[in-house]
Every structure is written in C-alpha cells, then in structure tokens.
C-alpha cells in the first residue's frame, strides 16, 4: 500500500469515528429529552406492559407542579389495583380488599416511567448509545433510541420518544440475542393538558382499611458487607439500614447500579434462626435473584440484570469493616 493509500484510511478511519462520536452525543441529547419530559410534562395515557408471560394495561395520570411530580396508575385488566405515587411515597389500593398499603420510599423516588438514569455521563462504560428509524406510536412520531450492552453483564434498551416532547412513548428491554425480554407502550396519549387534584387520588370505598409501612432508617454499622468484584461501569449508589417496626432485626440494603442496570443486595442476621439458601437462582420475567448465607447473614441479591452479573456479585460478597463518617 502506497503513503498516499495508508493517509486514506487514516482519513477515513478518523471520519468514522467522529461520525460515530456524533451519533453517541446525540443519542445522548435523547436521553436526556426522554429523562426530561416526566419532570416538565403533564399527560394522560394507556399504556400497556408486558413481563414476563403477563401483559398488563394500566392508565396512568401524571402531573407536574409545585408539590414535584405526582402520578396514578390505575389497572384495567386482571386483578383491580391503584398506585398513588408523590415525592418519597407510594400508596397501593386494592378495592377488592377494600385496604390501603401506604408505603415511605427512601432509596428510590423514580417516578414512571424509570428506565433512565438521573446521570447519563456514565453509560459509555457500559453501553454503545445510537440513534435508530422513527416509527409511529399512540399517533405520535417516534424517534428511536437504542442502548447496546458492551457485555452479558447488562440488558440492552430500544426506546421510542416522542420527537415533540421527547416522553418515553415504548420501550423494550432486550437480551444478548436481541430478543424483547420487557416492554411497554402507550397505546392512547395527551400531553400538556390540565390534571384536577382529584384525579390524582385513589378512589376508595369508606371504610377502607390503612397499613401503614412504619419501616425507620437505621444508623449504618462499622461491620458491614461490600461486593468486591463489580462487572465494568457498576459502583455502589446507595447504602442504608431498615429497622421494621415489627420485627428486630436489622435489614442493611446496598444498591449497585452503571447508571441504567441496577443490582440490589439486601442483607439480614439470621441470628438462631436456621435458613436455607436458594439451591439455584431465580428468574421473573427480566429479574433475576440470588440467596446465600454468608457469615451467619442471609444475603439476598437481585435485579433487572443477566443471571452473569446476579451470579459475580453475589459470589463477591465479603464481610468489611470499614469507616463510620
């Protein structure tokens, strides 16, 4: 190959990258749009949601102002729920049980829907982001955003947002073989429209019966537990202690996460109480869990992840003794 020819492919290695650089950033602007929109946006819409073998068809309204971000979804097929969600609480209504499941939500307020991340700077590690065909969704035109994992450590995303307010309109969660695992859709949508409080409220029979999760955050120990190997891009986000107002012992929670896939590992004394672990993992639709017993505690490990990355954290827990702040 002549110098002449070898300048040529350098040239036009160098403009593919930088196509390929320009592509990833406005991916990224997408994300960034579709992160956006719940926050600014108020909409009313169907959507279905498939997991697993199950679909479900849910309405949900959601309303921006200033009290944050309020939403209620409410079941249209199957069992009959309502979920109440507002900043730091959910509320669950069962109307067939005419009772109330009030619930204080310390470790994630995500509101629906939750598929993106607060921070996106840290996807590359992971993920190769770009750009896919628009496509027709609740009567609105789409734009296409799809997240390819780099690994088996994480699922990949096809996202659909809507090219006018930038809403999650579909999304799928797809596995090594491009196969949907997890989906969801809005089959009917309106958006900036005004939403009544009452709206947002559940609709309960009188007499309804109140369970109120009591659950206090507890102060964190110097002995505690840490996954020593992580899958590239994952690193600890989240770490508090649950007291249960019924119950005495402590449950220490740890969230992994690479800004998109979370992993949660929950952490309980057995104390004298015999308990076995799950012989083999567990799988639900997309969700995967693990159990072991690690120095007289029962360690539970699950998420929204492949069986690969459940089976190395898990594997890589190890009791520590580290610094109180």
């Known amino acids: 190959m002549t110098p002449l020819s070898l300048s040529r492919v350098s040239l036009l290695a160098v403009l593919s990258l930088a196509a390929a650089a320009a592509a990833a950033d ?46 209620r979804l409410t079941s249209l097929n199957g069992r009959p729920r309502e979920i109440v969600r ?16 009030i619930e204080h939500n310390k470790a994630d307020g995500g509101a629906f829907p939750s598929l993106l991340p607060m921070r996106l700077s840290g996807l590359a590690a992971g993920y190769n982001l770009r750009l896919g065909k628009t496509a027709r969704i609740a009567a609105r035109d789409a734009r296409l955003v799809v997240i390819d994992p780099k690994d088996n450590y994480r699922y990949g995303y096809r996202l659909w947002a809507d090219e006018g307010t930038g809403l999650l309109l579909k999304a799928e969660l797809f596995d090594r073989a491009g196969k949907p695992i997890e989906q969801f859709m809005f089959t009917s949508l309106r958006t900036g429209i005004d939403i009544p409080d009452e709206a947002l ?14 659950a206090e955050v507890g102060e964190l120990e110097k002995r505690s537990f840490e996954a020593t190997k992580l899958p590239p891009g994952f690193h600890l986000t989240t770490r508090l202690v649950r007291k249960l107002s019924n119950r005495d012992e402590k449950i220490e929670h740890l969230l992994y996460s690479d800004g998109l896939a979370s992993v949660s ?15 083999h993992p567990t799988r639900m639709g997309a969700v995967h869990a693990s159990m072991r017993t690690i120095d007289k505690h029962r360690v539970t490990v699950v998420g929204e992840v492949p069986l690969d990355t459940i089976t190395l954290i898990a594997d890589s827990i190890k009791p520590v003794v580290r610094a109180i702040e």
């Open 26 to 71: 406005e991916a990224r602007d997408w994300l960034m749009k579709i992160e956006r929109a719940p926050r600014e946006l108020n909409y009313d819409g169907v959507f279905v949601y498939r997991h697993g073998e199950r679909l479900d068809t849910l309405r949900i309204v959601h309303k921006v102002d200033a009290k944050g971000v309020q939403e």
């Open 86 to 101: 507002s900043a730091g609480m959910v509320q669950c209504y069962l109307p067939d049980e005419n009772s109330m499941l």
């Open 201 to 214: 409220q559940a609709q309960m029979r009188p007499g309804a019966t109140m369970h109120r999760d009591n």
């Open 265 to 279: 590992v929950f952490i309980e004394h057995m104390g004298i109480k015999p308990m076995k672990a799950m012989k």
